[in-house]
């Protein structure tokens, strides 16, 4: 045989070999996945059939499938099976971990503990949380779980490996998320500042995980949701079912009808619609009725608009807070307020009137003290019946009672009027005035002019640095705008959507000790919507404000 046809027969053996360590490496792969369980080989005795029991087959294939990793290990620990699974946990094909020792995957940190845990297992079934290193030298927390089980060739044990990697990082986020819960409920106190503070965290939470979000919100104590940018809700909590007892299926198909007050229904769906269309926060108060008992509890249901770095919407994020016991507390509260004022103001008067007869009666020239005491006490008793007067006038206008006196009148005489009393009693301001353009009102002249009495004292009272504000007035699309502009603290822009809050101060003027309620604002705003009217501001920290209200012409004779 010359050299050419030598090579020419060895590479042919040599193609035929490869072919032949091909289709043996895919029938043991074949095996490895149970898409075999027969096998025919032919051998120089002709061709024998060799089958795999069913059982398994289906072993193989479970044990090979599965997240975990399996091996079996002799006396020394020496890996005599491993699944895929296991090599992949420490980043090794399966080559470079059968016939290995076992011992060599374990942390050395844990290598005593396990040496104990691998010789009491030949004795006994054991489980136990251990790291193993993989190849890169990575930590992976895992859980073993040891057995016993009998071959052909003796004992050998079998080692089932759970990567605790995933688990062990959920117990931190659920650490986290506790401490964030414990935190959320503590500040359900105060119902403003708690729904901010929510909306906040939800907001936060949110671009954690769904996962990780639906723990959560499954164990909140209000009800929470999410809507598609469309509004369609597709997501409601536990809590939610629980309450209302709808099912998922009701839910979804947006049945809202079944659980949200008749009464309540219209104002929550046009509420819902403009803000998908807008973008705008929703925020509202209705009633769902509770499954339990059937009785409707009145809730606050706020939700955000959750945008893409494009700023476009991809989500909402809502929640419910039962605020029916608050409301029942408000109510409570209301009432002692229009009680207690009630009951103060007689004998306030009665100390007023008594006052006035002291004055008269004295000897001026002989008692200079005295008279000096007496003014100081009336002005004591003017401010304690403007605070009655304010509760009362809050109570009422709360309760829907204030009274109406509306005549023609002109505008311009009643804010020179007014402004001619503030004069007497505040000399730190200039008032600037620009009445150019002012008009006739048909309105209740008292309460108009309670309203200009507010903006301008709240303008001197919140400019303690200044000394000066402008009063103005004009007309533009039949209505006259009368405004009061002041450079003083001003109005945290956070802050801006609660002034007209019945109680409401700002954070700033709470700490500074400017004497106040809170009611004047929301007192004025319902006297100037009673009269077809609106009332507005633009303000800024630290540079000043600008109230304007706006009130219709008359445009009779
Ligand atoms: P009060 O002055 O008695 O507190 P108001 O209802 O008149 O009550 O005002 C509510 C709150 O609005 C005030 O406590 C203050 O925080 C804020 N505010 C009103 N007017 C002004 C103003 N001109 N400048 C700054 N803050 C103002």
Redesign the pocket.
Known sequence: MDAKTLLEKLQKENAELRWQLEEANDAIEAIRTGQVDALILKSESGSQLYTLKSADQTYRVFIEKMKEGAVTLDKEGLILYSNSGFASMVDLPLSGVIGTSFHNFVDTENSTFFNSLFEESWNSENKAEIYLINNKKKKIPTLLSLTVIETNDGKALSVIITDLTRQKETEKQLKFKNEELLLAQSSLENLNNELEYRVHERTMELSLSREHFKFLADNLPVIVYTAKPEGNIDYLNKKWYVYTGMTVKESMEQQWQKILHPDDYDDVLKSWEHSVKTGCDFNIECRFLRASDGIWRWHTSTALPFKNNKGKITAWFGICIDIEDQKLALNQKDEFISMASHELKTPVTIIKAFSHVLNLALDKNKNPKAVDYLNRMDKQINKLNDLITDLLDASKVNEGMVIFEKKIFDFKELVIEIIHEVNIISETHKIELKLSKTCKIFGDRNRLGQVIN?LIS??I??SPDANSIIVSTDIKDDFLQFCVQ?F????PAEQHSK?FNRF???S??KSNT?P???????ISNEIVKRHSGSLAFE?EKGKG?K?CMKLPVYKGE
């Open positions: 507010n709240n303008a009272k919140y002041d003083g603290i001003g109005i002034l409401f101060r700002a700033e003027v400017f106040g309620l809170g009611l004047g604002l929301y303000s404000s109230f």
